[in-house]
Antibody
Framework: QVQLQESGPGLVKASQTLSLTCTVS??????????WSWIRQPAGKGLEWIGR???????KYNPSLKSRVTISGDTSNNHISLKLTSVTAADTAVYYC?????????WGPGTLVIVSS | DIQMTQSPSSVSASVGDRVTITCRAS??????LAWYQQKPGKAPQLLIY???SLQSGVPSRFSGSGSGTDFTLTITSLQPEDFATYYC?????????FGQGTKLEIK
């Protein structure tokens, strides 16, 4: 069974870079049929798909965030990373990593990131 | 972007009831639709994929149907653990957008 766990700073200052890591167990992120996504959810609101990576096939990003987001994979440590630059209060949310892109088969528990001014 | 519109936004029902939630896409998405259940403070969980395929381990009282632009999630014989928020998601084209959610509450 695939398990995912997000980690990273829970507080980021406005204009700085949000950096999160998703540790995957039970599957190799380099698997040819595996995609990995990041999704976020502001408190009390709906879900927003941020982007996906297939470590052998590249990345796709939500155009609304494309200029600020980078998703990468570390196959030696079986991690997926998210970087979001120039954050504002609007980026405050719970961030999830997940296996797949649609459907999203398995999800991590999520990590809350608050952007402070 | 493809807009996904769920209705209703919230619904009240009792244990044992049958509930139907609809999801409409702003353009055709074939059968590239998934449904998720989310409980407070928890990550969403996949219920249905490819519009009507039941994810392993999901009770058979959950079912999905539809294609093109109109989809439904039906829960028969509601159980206490089914009271949650439900989201649809399209996988036809980038970005993979979600519906706004339907909150299923106990009457």
């Amino acid at each position: 069974q695939v398990q995912l766990q997000e980690s990273g700073p829970g507080l980021v200052k406005a204009s700085q870079t949000l950096s999160l890591t998703c540790t995957v167990s039970g599957a190799a992120i380099s698997g040819i049929n595996y995609y990995w996504s990041w999704i976020r959810q502001p408190a009390g609101k709906g879900l927003e798909w941020i982007g996906r990576i297939q470590t052998s096939g590249g990345t796709k990003y939500n155009p609304s965030l494309k200029s600020r987001v980078t998703i990468s994979g570390d196959t030696s440590n079986n991690h997926i990373s998210l970087k979001l630059t120039s954050v504002t209060a609007a980026d405050t949310a719970v961030y999830y990593c997940a296996r797949g892109y649609s459907p999203l088969w398995d999800w991590g528990p999520g990590t809350l990131v608050i952007v402070s001014s | 972007d493809i807009q996904m519109t769920q209705s209703p936004s919230s619904v009240s029902a009792s244990v044992g009831d049958r509930v139907t939630i609809t999801c409409r896409a702003s353009q055709g998405i074939s059968r590239w639709l998934a449904w998720y259940q989310q409980k407070p403070g928890k990550a969403p969980q996949l219920l249905i994929y490819a519009a009507s395929s039941l994810q392993s381990g999901v009770p058979s009282r959950f079912s999905g149907s539809g294609s093109g632009t109109d989809f439904t999630l039906t829960i028969t014989s509601l159980q206490p653990e089914d009271f949650a928020t439900y989201y649809c998601q399209q996988g036809n084209s980038f970005p993979y957008t979600f519906g706004q959610g339907t909150k299923l509450e106990i009457k």
